[in-house]
C-alpha cells in the first residue's frame, strides 16, 4: 500500500449489507506477517478497530491490541485480514471517537508543520482547501506559541502533495506521524477542533 494514500479527511461512504457477516471460523488464522482485526468504529478515512489474533512474525502487535487502518470504503465483515504494514497500533488511553475525528487530518497537519519551522511569537498562516486540516494546522501552530493570521507577510504553511509525500511516505514514517498525533491528542492540541461522533462498522446483525 502506498502510505500516502492512507490518508483522507473525508468520510468514506457506508454500504448496505444484504447478507451475513462472516462469522470467525469463516476468516482464517492471519498468515506471515497478517493481522486478524475486529472493527469498531469508521470515519474521516480511517478504520479502527482491535487485533483478533496476530500470525506469525506480526512485530509488535498481540490480540486485543486497538489499531486502526485506511477505510477504503468496502464493506466490511466481523473480522478482516490486513498486512501488519496497512496498520498503526492505537495507544489504550485515546476513544475511538479521537481517532476517527482526529487521526487523518492530524497526520496531514503534522507532515504541513514539519516543511517550515513555527517559532513563538511568529505570525502564520495556514493555507489549504480542507477546513479540518486548515483547523488543525492552526491548533498547533498555536500549541507552540504562534499566531495564525491572514497576513501575506506571515510565514506561509501549504497544504501541498509534496508536503505530504515528504511527511507519510512510508509506513515508517506514518506510524511515527501517528504516534505525535496522539500525543498532540493527549495534551489537548485539538480540544477546539469540532469530533464527529464516528459510524459503527456495517456489520449484519
Do not use: C, K
Not at 24 to 38: A, D, H, M, V, Y
Not at 158 to 185: C, K, N, T
Amino acid at each position: 500500500m502506498n502510505t500516502i494514500d492512507a490518508v483522507t479527511s473525508t468520510p468514506s461512504p457506508l454500504s448496505e449489507r444484504t447478507g451475513r457477516a462472516r462469522t470467525r471460523s469463516g476468516i482464517p488464522r492471519p498468515s506471515t506477517g497478517r493481522l486478524r482485526l475486529r472493527p469498531t468504529r469508521r470515519g474521516r478515512g480511517f478504520v479502527v478497530g482491535v487485533v483478533d489474533a496476530a500470525g506469525p512474525d506480526t512485530n509488535g502487535f498481540a490480540p486485543r491490541d486497538r489499531v486502526a487502518w485506511r477505510d477504503r470504503g468496502q464493506e466490511l465483515d466481523d473480522l478482516v485480514l490486513l498486512d501488519q504494514t496497512d496498520v498503526l497500533g492505537v495507544p489504550d488511553w485515546i476513544s475511538d471517537e479521537q481517532v476517527v475525528s482526529y487521526l487523518a487530518p492530524g497526520l496531514i497537519a503534522r507532515a504541513l508543520m514539519r516543511t517550515r519551522p513555527v517559532v513563538r511569537g511568529a505570525d502564520v498562516r495556514v493555507e489549504s482547501t480542507d477546513p479540518v486540516v486548515t483547523a488543525m494546522t492552526g491548533a498547533w501552530v498555536r500549541s507552540l506559541g504562534a499566531r495564525v493570521v491572514e497576513a501575506e507577510q506571515a510565514v506561509a504553511i501549504r497544504d501541498e502533495p509534496q508536503a505530504r509525500r515528504i511527511g507519510l511516505g512510508s509506513h515508517g514514517r506514518l506510524a511515527q506521524a501517528a504516534v505525535e498525533v496522539f500525543q498532540a491528542i493527549r495534551a489537548g492540541v485539538f480540544d477546539d477542533v469540532e469530533p464527529i461522533e464516528g459510524r459503527r462498522p456495517n456489520l449484519a446483525a
